[in-house]
């Protein structure tokens, strides 16, 4: 799977939006890109995904650059609650039956009230 | 309800000893996951299974042994070969050619 970046920790003020960002410049046209998070001493959580547009769903928004070599998820008013570690990966559908997730260190939001 | 269960929440091995940690899903999904994830570091999988009677190693396979004898249980166990086997183990399943996986709350391991 390719690689992404993200920044290792951000803060933000309670009831604000977020704008997580994650690099992936060496993605390929097959690779969708995928959001989970992880509160603390807790299992991850599906988020978000999408492959070239932009998608909302009720947890956040998905912002995808036009060359796709970027993305950002929006969470459009931080509670407490979404203090977490977020994850941006990438995963190519293989057809395979399976996928392998590489988590990678992921941003530790943390949201001052 | 209808989820993954992970048992026990905390379980304490002695040295030399193996233990087997428990993942039950009644979701009715095809793919089942174990990942190990170490204090401030992300997951890093051990073991998956794709069907019934049916595994694969993951990235840290080294020290782990899995058994698939039914779609909703995927125990892993962690034998006296894991020198260092403290860790935090998530087990998760996913639908069949379904990219999103469901994690449970974690087994926390702690060695004595």
């Known amino acids: 799977d390719a690689k992404t970046t993200q920044p290792n920790s951000m803060e933000s003020n309670e009831e604000e939006p977020v704008h997580l960002p994650c690099n992936h410049s060496?993605?390929?046209?097959?690779?969708?890109i995928h959001w989970y998070r992880q509160l603390p001493s807790q299992g991850p959580e599906y988020v978000i995904h999408?492959?070239?547009s932009n998608v909302n769903n009720r947890m956040a928004s998905l912002a995808i650059a036009e060359d796709r070599k970027s993305s950002t998820l929006i969470l459009h008013r931080a509670t407490l609650r979404d203090a977490a570690v977020y994850y941006c990966?990438?995963?190519?559908?293989?057809?395979?039956?399976?996928?392998?997730?590489?988590f990678g260190k992921g941003t530790k939001l943390s949201v001052i009230p | 309800d209808g989820g993954i269960t992970q048992s026990p929440k905390y379980l304490f091995r002695k040295e030399g000893q193996n233990v087997t940690l428990s993942c039950e899903q009644n979701l009715n999904h095809d793919a089942m996951y174990w990942y190990r994830q170490d204090p401030g570091q992300g997951l890093r999988l051990i073991y998956y299974?794709?069907?019934?009677?049916?595994?694969q190693k993951g990235d840290i396979a080294e020290g782990y042994s899995v058994s698939r004898e039914k779609k909703e249980s995927f125990p892993l166990t962690v034998t006296s070969a894991q020198k260092n086997p403290t860790a935090f183990y998530l087990c998760a399943s996913s639908p069949g050619q379904s990219v999103t996986q469901y994690f449970g709350p974690g087994t926390r391991l702690l060695v004595l």
């Open positions: 060496t993605i390929s046209g097959t690779d969708y």
């Open positions: 299974s794709q069907i019934v009677n049916d595994f």
């Open positions: 990966i990438l995963i190519s559908l293989s057809g395979a039956g399976s996928y392998q997730l590489t």
């Open positions: 999408g492959l070239t």
